[in-house]
Structures are given as C-alpha cells and as structure tokens.
C-alpha cells in the first residue's frame, strides 16, 4: 500500500510552509504529497496559493516524491493552460507529477473570482472533454473537438514524460468512475464501504474495458483521515467527542470508521485499516490533513504515518 500526505493549502499556510510539509514527506518515505486546489478558504479568511504554481516551485525543491493535485477543477482554468502547466511540471519534476482533474464545486470561490460555475451536468460535459484534450496534448499531439474544446496539431513540445499522469477523482456514482476509466492513471475518492466502492469500480472497468484499456493498470486511491493516539484513553475520548458531533455513541461511530477502513486508534490498531482496503484493491492512501499548514504536526505526523507503514 502506497501512502501519501495530502493538505489543503486554502486553510491557511504559506508556499514556503508547503515545501517544508513537501521535503517531511519525502524525508520519511511517503510516496505521495498531494494538495488541494482552491483559491479561498470557504469563509475568505485565509492565504490560499495556486496549487499549480506551487507544485512547480514543490518540484524543484524535492526528487523523489509524487506530486499531486486533489483536484483541479475544469472551471478554473482551459484545458490548453492545464495540460501546459502540467508538462512543465512533469518536466521540472522529472516526472514525478499527477494532475488531478475534477468538475469543481465551490459556488463562493467561483463568484469571488468571477468565474463561471455551470450546472452540474455542463461540467461534467466539460471535464469530458477537459480529458480528452489533456489527453492528446500528454499523448504529444493530434485532434480532439467537443462543444467547448478543441485540439487539432500533430506535435506538442515539450512531450510528457511516461511518469505524467492524470488523476480522475470524485465520489459519483457513474459519471466519475466511467470518466477515470476512460483517462485516468488514477482513481480517486473519498474513503467508503466496501459495496459502495464495488459498485464504482464496477464502473471503472467497464469503462476502462470499452476504452480499450486495462482497468488493472488504474491505481485506485483513497483520501481521508487518519486518527492515532498514543493511549486507548485518548482513542476512546476521541471517539466519544467526535462521535457526539454525529449523534453516535462511541461504539457506533468506531464502527462507521472500520466500515470505512478509516485508520484509528493506537499505533498497533490503526494499521488494520489499511490491510482492509489493500484487501479491496486499493492502492494508495491520501491521509487529509485540514489543518492551516503552519498548525500541522510534524510529530503527530511522524507517529500515524509509522503506524501505517508498520501495516
């Protein structure tokens, strides 16, 4: 099992804290550092860097680690300025970047920013056709056209490299699993149940199968938290405060975590989760970090992830 850090810059937090998450994460041997990509904070309070740009400057500033965006939304930007963005990265980076793509979501950074948020279903139109031209130009060049996007030319330069990937994510039930099976090197989403995952990657392989490609071939990932305590004392208070926020006992919110394969509890407990969701083919486990960048805790840190890597 892959793991990876994932924060979320728009809480707050500089470029230059970024890099110091980025080169921790490399440090102790994660395969994967992932950011968000959202130009405010939900209540407008907050710094919030392109996550683009900032991956650029990530790149040059680390060697191994995978860069990645969770996700880019079709709404900001052309699919012509992505799929550039992108290889320049891919080339900065030696080929160590994922570019996340998405429909976009948040109504008040779209307003704020004056960018168009179209329904639901015209976004999903878009990113369609968003990957299908990131696609072409990743491939080094040929014709694509849909209603909103086109691409017609025989080259594009710089080429991407084998290590340029494209990260298809959301948690739909049709739309998202058809389009990563079509385009994406990787299937994300939030954590869930197992049937509920199933039913998805059901999906998926259909749509990689009619694409011809080979569904195995798509690393399937999950996002989500990760809560580990040094004591059971503190699992178990933990359990009780959180669960309380859902109206659960403690027992019934444990129990919707493992059904789930959240990781929680104690060092020797937590590492169950991530066999499970081996065990249902996922790959790679973002752990979500939502704090301000400059309130996350490295030692805190230091404890899950060895958790997790003992797993």
Do not use: C
Not at 200 to 207: D, I, P, Q
Request: glycine share 10%.
């Amino acid at each position: 099992m892959e793991l990876g850090l994932f924060v979320e810059p728009q809480m707050g937090g500089s470029y230059r804290r970024l890099v110091e998450l980025a080169i921790w994460a490399e440090d102790f041997g994660l395969d994967a550092f992932a950011r968000s990509d959202h130009y405010l904070h939900m209540d407008h309070t907050a710094d919030a860097t392109d996550a683009l740009v900032s991956l650029a400057g990530v790149a040059s500033e680390t060697s191994t680690i995978r860069l990645v965006t969770l996700v880019s939304p079709i709404t900001f930007r052309h699919p012509a300025i992505m799929a550039k963005a992108a290889t320049t990265i891919d080339e900065i980076s030696g080929g160590r970047f994922s570019l996340g793509v998405g429909t976009g979501w948040m109504q008040s950074e779209h307003d704020a920013f004056g960018l168009d948020l179209p329904p639901l279903g015209e976004r999903f139109e878009r990113l369609e056709e968003s990957l299908a031209y990131i696609s072409t130009v990743f491939a080094g060049g040929g014709s694509t056209s849909g209603e909103y996007y086109s691409f017609n030319h025989p080259s594009v330069l710089p080429v991407a490299s084998g290590g340029l990937q494209i990260v298809v994510g959301g948690n739909g039930p049709r739309k998202t699993p058809r389009l990563a099976g079509a385009f994406a090197d990787e299937y994300n989403m939030f954590v869930t149940d197992r049937s509920t995952l199933d039913q998805r990657l059901e999906v998926m392989r259909t749509a990689a199968l009619v694409a011809g490609r080979d569904p195995d071939d798509i690393l399937i990932s999950f996002a989500g938290p990760g809560f580990v305590y040094a004591t059971d004392e503190e699992h178990q208070q933990a359990l009780a405060t959180r669960g309380a926020k859902r109206d659960m006992s403690p027992e019934e919110y444990a129990a919707f975590l493992d059904e789930r394969s959240v990781p929680h509890g104690t060092s020797q407990q937590a590492g169950a989760a991530i066999e499970q969701m081996a065990s249902w083919g996922v790959g790679r486990y973002y752990v979500q970090d939502i704090s301000p960048l400059d309130e996350i805790d490295l030692d805190h840190l230091h404890m899950l992830f060895s958790a997790l890597t003992r797993a």
